[in-house]
């Protein structure tokens, strides 16, 4: 496996077909922004991403989305986070490589806290980010209205500064 920063034309499909099959109403608010192609494609090219490549194939195993929260400067040191690793490979690593990297990354580019939001009818996903050094932050009780019933959603973060003081 290969991790990349360089989003390629030939990548949005596979990236199209992955976040169709990875998220849902148990997973996120946002499934709206995979209906239109075309949409999906030009907003992809606007993200931070680390990617996940077989190194054979060149196929997308995975990435992780990343982004300061807000333009405002008292934002600048935070990064907030998206993954999605393709079904057929959860399980083998990818995602906690990808995570990895992110994190090893975040000190050069001056970042202190790194944070995510999780729903509460995900305990998989939370319990990976733990794994991975994430600490709670909140819950935010009855946060989205979905498919007639509330989402709960868990904030989490992980503090850079316990690997980088300098960076804290």
Do not use: C
């Not at 077989?54 to 997308?60: A, K």
């Not at 040191?77 to 994190?103: F, N, T």
């Not at 999780?118 to 050094?133: D, H, I, M, T, W």
Request: glycine share 8%; hydrophobic share 40%.
């Amino acid at each position: 496996m290969i991790i990349t920063d360089k989003l390629l034309q030939e990548d949005i499909p596979q990236f199209w077909a992955i976040d169709k099959a990875v998220w849902n109403s148990d997973n996120t608010p946002a499934l709206f922004q995979y209906e239109d192609f075309d949409r999906y494609a030009e907003g992809l090219w606007r993200q931070q991403l680390l990617i996940a490549k077989d190194e054979t194939t060149g196929e997308v195993l995975g990435s992780v989305s990343y982004h300061h929260p807000s333009p405002l400067p008292g934002h600048s040191r935070q990064w907030e986070l998206g993954i999605s690793i393709a079904p057929h490979v959860q399980g083998q690593g990818i995602g906690r490589k990808l995570m990895e990297e992110l994190i090893r990354r975040a000190p050069a580019e001056n970042i202190g806290k790194i944070s995510l939001e999780v729903f509460a009818s995900n305990p998989g996903a939370r319990l990976f980010y733990e794994k991975l050094g994430f600490v709670e932050e909140g819950f935010l009780k009855k946060e989205f209205w979905i498919d007639g019933r509330w989402i709960d959603e868990y904030t989490m973060a992980y503090y850079i500064d316990e690997a980088n003081p300098e960076a804290n």
